[in-house]
T-cell receptor
Framework: DAGVIQSPRHEVTEMGQEVTLRCKPI?????LFWYRQTMMRGLELLIY????????DSGMPEDRFSAKMPNASFSTLKIQPSEPRDSAVYFC?????????????FGQGTRLTVV | AQKVTQAQTEISVVEKEDVTLDCVYE???????LFWYKQPPSGELVFLIR??????QNEISGRYSWNFQKSTSSFNFTITASQVVDSAVYFC??????????????FGAGTQVVVTP
């Protein structure tokens, strides 16, 4: 299995620009999570989907952040407009089914730098 | 609300020493799941173990062992005879079964383990 695939691995953008992070979950996994990791706040859950439906987006910091999952094999996290404080590593993870509390498998992350 | 506390920020050991990482959790759920993940310097998060709240048996996997004690809400992790390759940040996580906690992984702050030759 290829694992969770995230792109790009690194992104450097200027403040105010739109940024789109992409994720392909493991085939057959029904739940997908977006996490953000910073030194100050650690690993924070932003949003998670079950069967392509957003279940909980209470962790999304503000309206500048949006996430979609148009099908079972693809999800995006968009930041528009980006700000320097959005600089972090963004992880996507998938699990067989969140209702079963199975372990989540993480992608390699996207390191975002907003200058 | 769920909470995971990893009080140790960093642990430094010399190769071949044992190292124990503490994890204390809080939850109102009667059924919940605990996890350990490893984040090596390369940055990815690697799943190590999953344990449900009804299974208090300790587990050993090679040089890794886990001690789950429900009475003290702890799920500690020991690396025996540490090696340089064990240098990483280790995260404890909790996932519950109530509406508020369902499917969410609450991570601790992580413990940095540094193993020197």
């Amino acid at each position: 299995d290829a694992g969770v695939i995230q792109s790009p691995r690194h992104e450097v953008t200027e403040m105010g620009q739109e940024v789109t992070l992409r994720c392909k979950p493991i085939s057959g996994h029904n739940s997908l999570f977006w996490y953000r990791q910073t030194m100050m706040r650690g690993l924070e859950l932003l949003i998670y989907f079950n069967n392509n439906v957003p279940i909980d987006d209470s962790g999304m910091p503000e309206d500048r952040f949006s996430a979609k999952m148009p099908n079972a094999s693809f999800s995006t996290l968009k930041i528009q407009p980006s700000e320097p404080r959005d600089s972090a590593v963004y992880f996507c993870a998938s699990t067989v089914d969140s209702s079963m509390n199975t372990e989540a498998f993480f992608g390699q992350g996207t390191r975002l730098t907003v200058v | 609300a769920q909470k995971v506390t990893q009080a140790q920020t960093e642990i430094s050991v010399v190769e071949k020493e044992d190292v124990t990482l503490d994890c204390v959790y809080e939850t109102r759920d009667t059924t919940y799941y605990l996890f350990w993940y490893k984040q090596p310097p390369s940055g990815e998060l690697v799943f190590l173990i999953r344990r449900n709240s009804f299974d208090e048996q300790n587990e050993i996997s090679g040089r890794y062992s886990w001690n789950f004690q429900k009475s003290t809400s702890s799920f500690n992790f020991t690396i025996t005879a540490s090696q340089v390759v064990d240098s990483a940040v280790y995260f404890c996580a909790l996932s519950g079964r109530t509406t508020d906690s369902w499917g969410k992984f609450q991570f601790g702050a992580g413990t940095q383990v540094v193993v020197t030759p």
